[in-house]
Nanobody
Framework: QVQLVESGGGLVQAGGSLRLSCAAS????????MGWYRQAPGKQRDLVAK???????DYADSVKGRFIVSTDYAKNTVYLQMNSLNPADTAVYFC???????????????WGQGTQVTVSS
């Protein structure tokens, strides 16, 4: 089994910062990519930022210049540093990882349970 556990969400005022963490654990052979998605009420889940092995990153246009995604593959952990937050960033943030588990040669997508980020105006 593979688990992803997020932490770091909460309530922050507009202009503030938060740092999210997501740690993967369990039967992991290797991780090829990790990233963050978010889902606001009544909306679809969208990519926020992702990073693949080797360091290439991809960001949603709405967060470029404000958010930074990083990883510590030694700890199987991905981070999302969120700066200059505004109310439009309010959503549940989900961690996603592309993992080859020890019991397979295939790559699977795993999701965390989500963490709420609320930005007040």
């Amino acid at each position: 089994q593979v688990q992803l556990v997020e932490s770091g969400g909460g309530l922050v005022q507009a202009g503030g910062s938060l740092r999210l963490s997501c740690a993967a654990s369990g039967s992991i052979r290797s991780i090829s990519a990790m990233g963050w998605y978010r889902q606001a009420p009544g909306k679809q889940r969208d990519l926020v930022a992702k990073i693949i092995t080797g360091g290439s990153t991809d960001y949603a246009d709405s967060v470029k210049g404000r958010f930074i995604v990083s990883t510590d593959y030694a700890k199987n952990t991905v981070y999302l540093q969120m700066n200059s937050l505004n109310p439009a960033d309010t959503a549940v943030y989900f961690c996603k990882a592309q993992i080859i588990p020890t019991f397979s040669r295939a790559t699977f997508s795993y999701w965390g349970q989500g963490t709420q980020v609320t930005v007040s105006s």
